[in-house]
């Protein structure tokens, strides 16, 4: 065989090669019959060399030519046929790809198909291109179809969008239209079945998701109408059934079946708002008071009269107005309003643990009658954060965070200690949103702590409900009539700063030698720790000794440390500037609690184990401060809601005024329905108790440890219901068994 090169007839095949359809001998440099222009030359599928279109074989590579042709037809008949099934099924990306592999030849015989499969492939890319410029509209079509509720419009404009081009958002819209299109149907058929069965139970529901579904369709919100005013003449019935049913019951004083019967009221029914209806519901809703609530105060007092005045002649009311008016008789009022224990509740509280309100601290001496007779008022509840500062001043107290920018001069050192260690007794000053709260803390010489005088400066109206600056405009008023009534003298003053401005963390640090190395430490984590510049805030940090029992305290201590903004701090020590008090110490009101804490519950912070803690959760009028004190430490946390955060809710729930609203929650027992005032206090309360709840899991999550109790104080004790959904499980509703 002669050789040539690639792509050219060889010599030896041109001499052999004579055309096929006319016989008529052809040169190597002709491709086409002079005769009857057939094609003379096609190349070897093979190698490529070009071969007479009569040879059987290929004359370089011996390749038998005719069956390697009839293979080539073959394959590409397949991915003609394979990209024409893909194309029918909408994957235009998969076919143009099968096209692509269609390889480049100028064969005669395969020409044809190579052409094909190179239009169908442009055509394809071009479809693919349009499909895409236009995927985002009409995705933006389905979309607004289906928000218009017109899901089998949606779903053929989603369908229209093939399988390979969809992405994530129109399948993801594609699926929920679907499934709509489905509960359509289902619906369509179980609402039709129904009413060839004369009606059911669930075909008034069935029609209205039906009609919830399909807004615009006419049969179905006629068929809604006619069922809704049938349903509503059955509900109307019922109702008055019930409701005389529920009177006969209040009649006989039988309170839980009334209670039963006005449960079973359809909610849509006219008689929902009738006046029979309030009378009944206010009955049932005082004496679930009477038998659920965990205290007996001037709250359930009044809620007590009322049940009576309503039913004169229940003698069962008149027997739990007696015992609460003997339990509060007997109760002393140390702690001030008295609460004296009612219905022990049976199930866990809303903490998870008991919750009890403040009555004394244990470690504290409260002289009432030398608070008396120096014409203070008797209210440990709510001077809890006055106690906790005048501790400071007598060198009594946990925690000494002075928040005073710190001392630099050699004298003002020297005079701060010379006062160390020689005080006896110290005043305390809460200055709160409502007023001004004092106590004198005295010590004697066997080191016990008494109070001795104690009293409440309140603010007037107009100052105690503006809170558009952070102290309250009748402060100084207040703080005059103070030095003038108890005339502080020469004794220490411990002023208070907001929880709300103070900067609560509690962190471990390793135990580190020397000392200076460890101040360089914690200077560092308490940089890191708190999120404003050092030179903007003061701070104060207390490192815990550790208990002997604790393992971790071995290697670590724990470090407690509050801080507050300097502006803060500048303008509450501006109130004592020109006072002319002796020594002035600025601690958080936070940190007064954890101080009365340790002092008054001493004990049974002892006793407890190592991995559990106690609350002291201090409710004001426009805050809510909380310390949690353990064996280990003590970490504390402010919630920026009080018992004063209700009163917008309500003025909203009622259309009132904030004042309107204000002097309404603090004469709640003069509302003409009590219940209805009470639900809408709920949502308030819930609100408060959430943020109180998270604040407690945040300080226990800190210190490591889980609670055991939980005290209650300040103002809020007093708070109509406040104490009630504390300390009684989150879905109590039901009436218990009657109080012992």
Not at 209 to 217: D, G, I, N, Q, Y
Not at 364 to 370: E, G
Not at 552 to 571: D, F, I, P, Q, W
Request: proline content about 4%; glycine content about 6%; some cysteine.
């Amino acid at each position: 065989m002669t050789s040539s090169s690639p792509g050219l007839p060889t010599q030896t095949a041109s001499a052999r090669a004579r055309c096929a359809k006319c016989g008529q001998a052809a040169g190597a440099d002709r491709r086409f019959c002079g005769g009857c222009g057939a094609r003379l030359w096609e190349p070897c599928l093979a190698c490529q060399t070009h071969n007479s279109v009569a040879e059987k074989y290929c004359a370089e590579c011996g390749v038998e030519l005719a069956p390697a042709v009839e293979a080539a037809v073959a394959d590409l008949d397949k991915i003609l046929q394979a990209a024409s099934l893909l194309e029918g099924e909408g994957k235009l990306l998969e076919a143009i790809e099968q096209l692509s592999t269609v390889p480049a030849s100028d064969h005669g015989r395969l020409l044809d198909r190579i052409r094909e499969a190179r239009r169908l492939r442009e055509e394809l890319t071009a479809r693919r291109q349009q499909i895409v410029s236009n995927l985002f509209e009409r995705v933006a079509e389905a979309q607004q179809l289906a928000d218009r509720r017109h899901y089998a419009a949606a779903l053929a404009c989603l369908e229209q969008i093939p399988a390979s081009l969809r992405s994530q958002q129109a399948r993801s819209l594609l699926a929920d239209v679907q499934t709509h299109v489905v509960e359509i149907a289902e619906l369509r058929s179980a609402v039709s079945q129904a009413l060839k069965q004369g009606g059911g139970d669930q075909l008034l529901k069935q029609v209205e998701r039906l009609r919830e579904l399909e807004p615009h369709a006419d049969d179905v919100d006629q068929l809604w109408r006619k069922l809704s005013a049938r349903q509503q003449q059955l509900n109307s019935t019922l109702a008055r059934t019930l409701l005389k049913q529920a009177r006969d019951a209040i009649v006989v004083n039988d309170y839980r079946a009334a209670e039963a019967y006005l449960g079973r009221i359809p909610g849509t029914s006219p008689e929902s708002n009738d006046e029979l209806r309030d009378a009944i519901e206010e009955r049932v809703w005082l004496v679930r008071q009477i038998t659920s609530a965990p205290y007996a105060d001037r709250t359930l007092l009044a809620i007590a009269n009322r049940l009576v005045k309503l039913q004169p002649k229940d003698e069962t009311a008149k027997l739990w107005l007696a015992k609460i008016q003997e339990r509060l008789a007997r109760v002393k009022s140390v702690a001030g309003e008295p609460l004296a224990p009612w219905v022990k509740p049976t199930e866990p509280s809303r903490f998870g643990v008991p919750v009890t309100a403040v009555d004394t601290l244990a470690n504290v001496n409260w002289d009432a009658a030398a608070i008396a007779d120096a014409g203070g008022h008797c209210a440990l509840r709510r001077q809890l954060t006055a106690i906790g500062l005048a501790l400071v001043g007598i060198d009594k107290a946990k925690l000494d965070l002075d928040l005073r920018p710190k001392h630099t001069s050699w004298r003002q050192r020297l005079a701060e200690v010379r006062n160390l260690g020689r005080q006896t007794a110290a005043w305390g000053i809460d200055l709160g949103a409502s007023g001004l709260k004092f106590v004198r803390v005295a010590v004697d010489k066997a080191g016990d702590v008494r109070v001795d005088r104690a009293g409440v400066i309140p603010y007037d109206i107009e100052s105690r409900l503006n809170t558009s600056t952070d102290v309250p405009l009748g402060v100084e008023a207040v703080l005059h009539e103070f030095i003038q009534r108890q005339q502080p003298a020469s004794e220490p003053v411990v002023l208070g700063l907001p929880g709300t401005h103070t900067l609560g963390r509690c962190f471990q640090l390793p135990r580190v030698t020397p000392a200076r190395r460890f101040a360089k430490l914690l200077e560092y984590e308490v940089r890191t720790q708190i999120p404003l510049p050092l030179d903007e805030v003061e701070y104060g940090a207390h490192v815990w000794e550790g208990d002997e029992a604790d393992e971790g305290a071995v290697a670590n201590v724990r470090v407690t440390a509050a801080a507050a903004k300097k502006s803060h701090v500048e303008l509450r020590l501006g109130l004592l500037a020109n006072l002319e008090l002796r020594h002035v110490s600025l601690q958080s009101e936070c940190v007064a609690l954890i101080n009365a804490l340790y002092q008054g519950h001493a004990d049974e912070i002892a006793e407890l184990p190592l991995d559990q803690s106690i609350a002291l959760i201090e409710v004001g009028d426009t805050a809510t401060n909380l310390a949690v004190a353990s064996r280990r430490g003590s970490c504390f946390r402010a919630v920026h809601q009080g018992t004063r955060s209700l009163n917008k809710p309500l003025a909203r729930a009622r259309s009132l005024t904030i004042a309107q609203a204000d002097a309404c929650r603090h004469q709640w027992q003069t509302a003409e329905t009590m219940y209805r005032l009470d639900a809408d206090l709920a949502p308030a309360l819930n609100e408060l108790t959430r943020a109180v709840r998270h604040a407690l899991d945040t300080s226990t999550n800190m210190l490591g440890t889980r609670l055991a109790h939980v005290y209650v104080a300040g103002g809020g004790c007093y708070q109509f219901g406040l104490l009630r959904q504390w300390a009684l499980p989150e879905n109590h509703g039901s009436m218990q068994a009657s109080p012992s």
